[in-house]
T-cell receptor
Framework: DAKTTQPNSMESNEEEPVHLPCNHS???????IHWYRQLPSQGPEYVIHGLTSNVNNRMASLAIAEDRKSSTLILHRATLRDAAVYYC??????????????FGKGTKLSVKP | NAGVMQNPRHLVRRRGQEARLRCSPVKGHSHVYWYRQLPEEGLKFMVY????????ESGMPKERFSAEFPKEGPSILRIQQVVRGDSAAYFC?????????????FGSGTRLTVV
């Protein structure tokens, strides 16, 4: 799997939007961009994924750069429950790879009341 | 629709004992993955299994660790002769397929403490 680069930590205020960046300059054409988060003392939780187009779901939005070398996870209104480590992961299945999710260090998001 | 069920949630073992961690995937998911998270560290891939087959065990320690996913019943991660360094949270995940547009569903984990 190609590598991703994320800031180690970010802070946000409650009720404000949060933009979590991820760089993946070596992304291949078949890599999907996945985001997971891990709340304290819990297992990881799927957030969103996309390939080329921006994606929205009930949890977040994913904005993907036109060249796909970066993406941004957008939490529209941060709550205290959004405090977690957010992981940006590239997942590929090209027929020869198992495409396992490989977790990096992620971004630790703190939300202030 | 139950998610991934892991049990026990907490497991305490003395050094030298065996630890058995169980994982029931989401109904209909035939792909199971095990991860380990040491204290204050990230998630490390251990093994990927399909029913009755180990597909990728590149992250498994060579000794004392084994995994299975039988035709019937949960997936089992077995650690023989546990040592203090095995103390960690072990997470299981499942997916309906290996295509890159499928996500994983994770369980709540088993926290193993070796005393």
């Amino acid at each position: 799997d190609a590598k991703t680069t994320q800031p180690n930590s970010m802070e946000s205020n409650e009720e404000e939007p949060v933009h979590l960046p991820c760089n993946h300059s070596t992304i291949s054409g078949t890599d999907y961009i996945h985001w997971y988060r891990q709340l304290p003392s819990q297992g990881p939780e799927y957030v969103i994924h996309g390939l080329t187009s921006n994606v929205n779901n009930r949890m977040a939005s994913l904005a993907i750069a036109e060249d796909r070398k970066s993406s941004t996870l957008i939490l529209h209104r941060a709550t205290l429950r959004d405090a977690a480590v957010y992981y940006c992961i590239l997942r590929d299945y090209d027929g020869g790879s198992q495409g396992n999710l490989i977790f990096g260090k992620g971004t630790k998001l703190s939300v202030k009341p | 629709n139950a998610g991934v069920m892991q049990n026990p949630r907490h497991l305490v073992r003395r050094r030298g004992q065996e630890a058995r961690l169980r994982c029931s995937p989401v109904k209909g998911h035939s792909h199971v993955y095990w991860y380990r998270q040491l204290p204050e560290e990230g998630l490390k891939f251990m093994v990927y299994l399909q029913k009755e087959n180990i597909i990728d065990e590149s992250g498994m320690p060579k000794e004392r660790f084994s995994a299975e996913f039988p035709k019937e019943g949960p997936s089992i991660l077995r650690i023989q002769q546990v040592v203090r360094g095995d103390s960690a949270a072990y997470f299981c995940a499942s997916s309906p397929g290996i295509q890159a547009n499928y996500g994983y569903t994770f369980g709540s984990g088993t926290r193993l403490t070796v005393v």
